[in-house]
Nanobody
């Protein structure tokens, strides 16, 4: 069974930092892209950052100016993706979901269960 498992969420004060991790496991032939989405209460799920298997990245405009250049990274050998978030704001409070577009027995998007990030003011 293919799984994505996130870790690293929690409660942090405004201006603080968190590092999220996501591990893919199961019968995976290849991972094409890995990324992070978030969903705040009453809002739609939105992209935060995404990275291709070649290392190309793209970020949501809402986070681009605050996160460092090396915000999203991946370890292809370990099938993991990381999200370093700095200078967090209360507006960043959301459930953060790991996403991976993978080839298993077929090609599809997979989602983790989500990890809560709460930023207090």
């Amino acid at each position: 069974q293919v799984q994505l498992v996130e870790s690293g969420g929690g409660l942090v004060q405004a201006g603080g930092s968190l590092r999220l991790s996501c591990a893919a496991s199961g019968s995976i032939f290849s991972i094409i892209t890995m990324g992070w989405y978030r969903q705040a209460p009453g809002k739609q799920r939105e992209l935060v950052a995404r990275i291709s298997n070649g290392g190309s990245t793209n970020y949501a405009d809402s986070v681009k100016d605050r996160f460092t250049i090396s915000t999203i990274s991946r370890d292809n050998a370990k099938k993991m993706v990381y999200l370093q978030m700095n200078n967090l704001k209360p507006d960043d409070t959301a459930v953060y979901y790991c996403n991976a577009h993978m080839r298993t027995s077929f090609e599809s998007d997979y989602w983790g269960q989500g990890t809560q990030v709460t930023v207090s003011s």
